[in-house]
């Protein structure tokens, strides 16, 4: 760390490329700004820039001049650069990851500048990264490649954050919506609860589940309302120990033994099977089901064998996989069934014969698993394979259906749920384009910020070459979730406190009174 001291010796300027601090969001996850040092020459110690705002934490641009050693153990003079963040605060617990590039600017359209890239997570007791030895001080002097004007040099800082963690953050103020409280048992079940809340068409079927009558304790489905109630109304991190209660599972064992699509079946389910006889039965496989047929095809006789079935997700092989194309052209390719593992085709005997899968429909709303855990047969475990593996913002899928269909399958990325670590663990996240408009918001547990698209997909592709993440290399997609672009407004409709039943919403301000007198 670095202390801060600002010597008279040096005169600075300060500017945005931006409008001005008046004008910005100031909780925003990237800026690029501008620092000037005038005197160069009498800097002795070091300045620090105005500050810039990004996440609601001052960054600033601190510059020195250092006296280093040469690999030949010779001093010499250089100047260091670094990127400060948060800087006059001394309150322990916080933190903040961030990206940086630090621009050395030249007045010279034929030099190149000089750029260092940087990452840190920063707290209070390493507020600053960056170069001791950012360039040396004979050739910052070289008047070949411009550095230097006027006895001034001018730095640009690029800053991507996100968002802080042991200091106030109003998720609700800076993005319009609240996280979950993370109970330290319940692995992907957040992120998976997030992607269902703002799934409107669904969110406004659950609510509307009778649920009069049902114990609290043990209904899913009122834990769920719940839930998403609070999700919608309240401004802090909701609680989903009442859910977890309801599921029967209630520790962290629960939750490893299964992963996250068991878990999404086994609560779909639960969901489908209460909606039976109300007003919202099929909403499930109305949105959530698609049509595929297996079929076995003989090569050498006139004989099929297929069979027509529904599918509420597809999983997708990773694994040697460019991206998501290449993964369906995968899922689709037919297997040979030969030698030892001919097809017994009844009266026709054994026959060689062609295995493989038929999309029919795809629903309205597409839930992808990527196979990122996998049995490894030379470990005898487990793994996490993070291949970069690339999925996109649109996908058209016409060419995976067997029928060319009515209404073109081109899908609008809705939901990117991430995990960060190994198969032993790790931390989840979800990435929600709430609205269906390329404006996106990750949600991290309690913690909501708004972020930008690449964050959003890009980052999220995996593999060591995923450049800014190098710190995070084993973060990359493992579900994603896709809406049929003609479907999109219907599905993402405003869902209002009128769209609630008033029994539901009595029962729910009735159980919150009883809450906030037991607290007192």
Same mark, same amino acid.
């Given at each position: 760390?670095?202390?801060?001291?600002?010597?008279?010796?040096?005169?600075?300027?300060?500017?945005?490329?931006?409008?001005?601090?008046?004008?910005?969001?100031?909780?925003?996850?990237?800026?690029?700004?501008?620092?000037?040092?005038?005197?160069?020459?009498?800097?002795?110690?070091?300045?620090?820039?105005?500050?810039?705002?990004?996440?609601?934490?001052?960054?600033?641009?601190?510059?020195?001049?250092?006296?280093?050693?040469?690999?030949?153990?010779?001093?010499?003079?250089?100047?260091?650069?670094?990127?400060?963040?948060?800087?006059?605060?001394?309150?322990?617990?916080?933190?903040?990851?961030?990206?940086?590039?630090? !621009?050395? *600017? $030249?007045?010279?359209?034929?030099? +190149?500048? /000089?750029?260092?890239?940087?990452? @840190?997570?920063?707290?209070?007791?390493?507020?600053?990264?960056?170069?001791?030895?950012?360039?040396?001080?004979?050739?910052?002097?070289?008047?070949?490649?411009?550095?230097?004007?006027?006895?001034?040099?001018?730095?640009?800082?690029?800053?991507?954050?996100?968002?802080?963690?042991?200091?106030?953050?109003?998720?609700?103020?800076?993005?319009?919506?609240?996280?979950?409280?993370?109970?330290?048992?319940?692995?992907?079940?957040?992120?998976?609860?997030?992607?269902?809340?703002?799934?409107?068409?669904?969110?406004?079927?659950?609510?509307?589940?009778?649920?009069?009558?049902?114990?609290?304790?043990?209904?899913?489905?009122?834990?769920?309302?719940?839930?998403?109630?609070?999700?919608?109304?309240?401004?802090?991190?909701?609680?989903? !120990?009442? *859910? $977890?209660?309801?599921?029967?599972? +209630?520790? /962290?064992?629960?939750?490893?033994? @299964?992963?996250?699509?068991?878990?999404?079946?086994?609560?779909?389910?639960?969901?489908?099977?209460?909606?039976?006889?109300?007003?919202?039965?099929?909403?499930?496989?109305?949105?959530?089901?698609?049509?595929?047929?297996?079929?076995?095809?003989?090569?050498?006789?006139?004989?099929?064998?297929?069979?027509?079935?529904?599918?509420?997700?597809?999983?997708?092989?990773?694994?040697?996989?460019?991206?998501?194309?290449?993964?369906?052209?995968?899922?689709?390719?037919?297997?040979?069934?030969?030698?030892?593992?001919?097809?017994?085709?009844?009266?026709?005997?054994?026959?060689?014969?062609?295995?493989?899968?038929?999309?029919?429909?795809?629903?309205?709303?597409?839930?992808?698993?990527?196979?990122?855990?996998?049995?490894?047969?030379?470990?005898?475990?487990?793994?996490?394979?993070?291949?970069?593996?690339?999925?996109?913002?649109?996908?058209?899928?016409?060419?995976?259906?067997?029928?060319?269909?009515?209404?073109?399958?081109?899908?609008?990325?809705?939901?990117?749920?991430?995990?960060?670590?190994?198969?032993?663990?790790?931390?989840?996240?979800?990435?929600?384009?709430?609205?269906?408009?390329?404006?996106?918001?990750?949600?991290?547990?309690?913690?909501?910020?708004?972020?930008?698209?690449?964050?959003?997909?890009?980052?999220?592709?995996?593999?060591?070459?995923?450049?800014?993440?190098?710190?995070?290399?084993?973060?990359?997609?493992?579900?994603?979730?896709?809406?049929?672009?003609?479907?999109?407004?219907?599905?993402?409709?405003?869902?209002?406190?009128?769209?609630?039943?008033?029994?539901?919403?009595?029962?729910?301000?009735?159980?919150?009174?009883?809450?906030?007198?037991?607290?007192?």
């Amino acid at each position: 760390m670095i202390e801060s001291a600002c010597p008279e010796t040096a005169h600075t300027e300060h500017s945005h490329t931006e409008a001005s601090t008046d004008d910005v969001d100031i909780a925003r996850s990237e800026a690029t700004f501008r620092y000037t040092v005038k005197n160069l020459s009498q800097l002795k110690e070091q300045v620090l820039s105005p500050p810039c705002f990004v996440r609601c934490l001052p960054w600033k641009i601190l510059v020195l001049v250092r006296n280093t050693s040469t690999p030949e153990r010779q001093q010499q003079k250089a100047l260091g650069i670094f990127l400060q963040c948060n800087g006059d605060c001394s309150l322990p617990g916080w933190s903040c990851y961030g990206l940086g590039e630090l !621009k050395l *600017l $030249t007045y010279k359209p034929e030099e +190149e500048h /000089l750029c260092r890239k940087l990452h @840190h997570m920063y707290h209070c007791k390493e507020d600053d990264w960056g170069f001791a030895h950012f360039i040396s001080w004979k050739d910052l002097m070289d008047e070949e490649k411009g550095f230097v004007k006027d006895d001034s040099i001018t730095i640009e800082a690029h800053v991507i954050a996100e968002a802080p963690h042991g200091v106030s953050w109003d998720s609700k103020k800076h993005t319009g919506y609240v996280g979950l409280k993370n109970q330290g048992a319940t692995c992907y079940m957040n992120s998976l609860l997030q992607t269902l809340f703002f799934t409107n068409v669904l969110r406004k079927a659950v609510y509307k589940i009778p649920t009069v009558g049902d114990d609290s304790s043990r209904s899913v489905a009122f834990a769920l309302q719940r839930v998403f109630y609070d999700l919608q109304f309240t401004d802090k991190p909701v609680a989903t !120990k009442k *859910l $977890t209660k309801s599921f029967g599972w +209630e520790t /962290l064992d629960s939750f490893m033994q @299964h992963d996250v699509q068991e878990f999404l079946r086994v609560l779909i389910d639960k969901l489908e099977n209460k909606m039976k006889c109300t007003a919202v039965e099929g909403t499930i496989p109305k949105f959530f089901e698609g049509k595929m047929t297996s079929f076995i095809k003989c090569k050498n006789v006139n004989f099929t064998s297929a069979c027509l079935e529904t599918f509420y997700d597809i999983q997708l092989s990773v694994k040697g996989k460019k991206d998501i194309y290449e993964s369906f052209k995968d899922y689709i390719s037919t297997e040979l069934l030969d030698g030892d593992n001919k097809y017994d085709a009844g009266e026709h005997g054994l026959q060689e014969a062609d295995k493989g899968v038929l999309f029919d429909e795809f629903p309205p709303i597409l839930h992808l698993h990527l196979m990122r855990f996998q049995y490894d047969p030379q470990s005898d475990t487990s793994v996490k394979f993070n291949d970069r593996f690339e999925f996109y913002e649109t996908l058209n899928l016409n060419a995976y259906l067997k029928e060319i269909p009515a209404t073109p399958a081109h899908y609008t990325l809705h939901a990117v749920l991430v995990h960060s670590g190994d198969n032993h663990g790790g931390h989840y996240v979800v990435f929600i384009n709430p609205k269906g408009d390329g404006k996106w918001c990750k949600f991290d547990d309690d913690v909501v910020s708004r972020c930008t698209k690449q964050e959003a997909i890009e980052y999220n592709y995996g593999g060591r070459e995923d450049a800014p993440y190098l710190a995070r290399r084993a973060t990359s997609a493992y579900m994603l979730i896709y809406i049929q672009t003609s479907q999109l407004k219907y599905v993402l409709q405003d869902v209002a406190e009128t769209d609630i039943p008033a029994d539901l919403c009595e029962r729910i301000t009735e159980e919150m009174r009883y809450e906030m007198a037991a607290e007192k």
